[in-house]
């Protein structure tokens, strides 16, 4: 059985709903006077962040201390000058320090994967966010707010909903993640950026894709906003920040062709002024700042899932 | 010296011969042959080829001498049934100047494996700025015929273009990594639904073709040879066919393609591992242009194969996928790999896999003493080659001083088991002597 | 792959095998008299916060609430409390699905909670109770009321308020249903020697 969360494709149907469910009761956790339960007492969760995340890091080290685990956060820079040895040598290090799982956060697609079957460590990998590859809890938590909003936070909640995800998807690794796992659950996804923004082989992918922003807004039960580099100007995928903004951004006079009941939502860090605008972003249909606190609850459940009994509760088989 | 005497042996596939050799050369080809003092081979059921020549090869030596030296490459080579290979420049310092090549050179000749061919850069330091001393290079003791920057492509026109004219003076050929520098900054795998759905930068097969497209339109324009190394796409293939079509139309000027191994068997679905001992450049590619390479190299559009052999060391491959280093090792498995893919399919008889892997690449890079046809007076080069057999490739039993084949755990029919250099056996029994 | 059920949580199709101890009516008269105990031991209904253990603690729970309400007139708070996260053998098995935990509005601080669950066993379970309700608050006193106690401790833990003891043997196994969650209200002992 799987001891890693490496892609939200490791998840079936049940699983995430299973980690949707499990979130709920730990969201309750919040409004006891003692927010820590004991399930993970003894564990040792390493945070292996080679990308600066402060956000990231912050949400895994409290969902791991609030089941009672003993966190070590290492940061380190792994430069494209210290290549591997940055990733496998830190590896042998925290398998000789017992960690019972790996958190890990690196800015190579495919870094995850190479530590769950390299052979370096025997903890749990999850992955917490890969080059532009996947980025699982993320989608989870984004999935599990969604959820609570359309869904009512029952089973097949999110059946038939509609989301939108809008922008560079080609660099996402949200955007990836959200796109398996909201299928998954059985939701249509729609992603709408410029021509240079998607990657090639989208087509493949099992969602519908537009340039046309205008067009899809209304349809959407959720809007999410992906963070937009402005630096992207210089490789070409468009002119402008300011024909990007004017094309793809979400301001106000595009929220209000959104139906009553549709949420927007962003996973940080927000460009504001770029994809979205500030009055957007603070807007009541905006459910930004729930999702970081849905992170923890979330991650708290991957975590209790993954680690809290003898064998993983969650994904396939090996 | 010893002479030789190999019993029946298949030459190129055919009836079993016997050949005598002595001082150097082949003295005698024909059935029931006998020789007092010689010693004799039995070459029952193995496959008589001209000695292999591999116009593609990174020896490593000056530089990294951790991942090869000539030494350890040319004792792999030998082992791959190959008398003579083309080291590439893109040693450190660069082999482009008449002292390097020659440097080079010497050390092929004090190892004693087999015979070393230096090739010259075609840009100082590989840096596509101006033209290396190709001249004095071709004057030299290595008397280099072959110039590549590969590695790195010659993608500016105008030096592409003097390059291919300054040649002709000496009968060199220009042999162009065809990859344009800008599609593929920071490429990591084949552009195509899986780079997308892994996350990992995509290598356009458009930045091999219109390269290729422009430089043989360069070298129709000035009259030239040029040589395209590792083609790796379909598309590549129908623009070198409709080259050479055009050349042959014209006369005046020529087109000759390599194809590798590993390009000619494993697809990008390797990649979904994330284990860079898949990572190459050109990266591998689907399994439609596998077919087209083949198709390619069945009808001649693709002269030549030709290993790119790519030590690295360990640290190098046992790392996250984008900070390894690209390349396969190639030529202990070179044969077995066109039996299991050309051979065995019947695309190619042991005739074509002679002309593909021994007389055009000498051709090509003007080597007269390899590529001979297995004739009495012809220098005694060559290899026996047993098919029946069938091996698990073992990365540790490698000639080679790196470990990075894609083959390990794999079984392929076929194993070298002599291999004879102007009549002195380099391998014997599939042993290096 | 799916979580592991607490073995609380597994639903019981109505079994052919072993002998019935308790019906339908045997088990309301049972809780009406558990309600009544309550309301004598604790001089009335004042400061009482039920907490049923899920899952079949939490309708036997209710139920004995909404006697208590019927007869002091008064409405009892009731709740869920799961214990899945305190269990101490949670790494011997396939991490477990949590079940619901609803603590009333009114909180567990200074007031008297009894603890509901079907069958007292070998105490762990109600072990796992207690820590759990540590972490939710101080109550003032903490009773526990069971449909059936079959015997064999392991943990000093004893019932105060108890619907029917059932000694039975280790070979046996005790099968509770009820009603909400089974479709019928029994209990039956199958296994060993009938």
Redesign the interface.
Known sequence: ?KRHLLSAADL?R??AE?VL??AD??R?LAD???K????LRGRTVVNLFFEDSTRTRISFEAAAKRLSADVINFAAKGS?LS???S??DTALTLEAMGADAVVVR??????P??LA??GWVRSSVVNAG?????HPTQALLDAFTMWKHLGESKPGGLEGRRVAIVGDVLHS?VA?SNALLLRTLGAEVTLVAPPTLF????E??PVETSYDLDGVLPKADAVMMLRVQRERMNGGFFPTPREYSRRYGLDARRMATLQDHTIVMHPGPMVRGMEITADVADSARSVIVEQVTNGVAVRMAVL??????????????E | MTSYLIKNASILGGAPTDLLLEEGVIAQVDTGLSAKDAEVVDASGLVALPGLVDLHTHLREPGREDAETVDSGTAAAALGGFTAVHAMANTDPVADTAGVVEQVWRLGREAGHCDVYPVGAVTVGLAGERLAELGAMADSAARVRVFSDDGKCVSDAVLMRRALEYVKAFDGVIAQHAQEPRLTEGAQMNEGELSGRLGLAGWPAVAEEAVIARDCLLAAHVGSRLHVCHVSTAGSVEIVRDAKARAAREGGWSVTAEVCPHHLLLTDELATTYDPIYKVNPPLRTSRDVEALRAGLADGTIDVVATDHAPHPHEDKDCEWAAAAFGMLGLETALSIVQETMVDPGLLDWAGVAERMSHAPARIGRVADHGRSLEAGQPANLVLYDPAVRRVVEASESASLSRNTPYAGMELPGRVMATFLRGRPTVLDGKLQ | MCAQPSPAQQETPPSSGGRTVLDDRDIARALTRISHEILERNKGAGDLVLLGIPSRGVPLARRIAERIAAVEGDDVPVGSLDVTMYRDDLRLKPARTLMKTEIPPGGVDGKVVVLVDDVLFSGRTIRAALDALNDVGRPAAVRLAVLVDRGHRELPIRADFVGKNLPTSLVERVRLSIAEIDGQDGVRIEGGAQ
């Open positions: 059985m079936s049940d699983d299973l469910t499990t009761e730990m309750s006891r006077p003692i820590k339960l004991p399930a494209s290549k591997g040895e990733l496998k690196h800015g190579s697609s495919g870094a994967h190479r079957h390299s890969d080059g532009t590859h996947e690794r990836r990657p090639v082989g989208v493949s992918w209790y899932l993954l680690l809290g009994g003898a064998e993983p509760a969650v994904g396939g088989e």
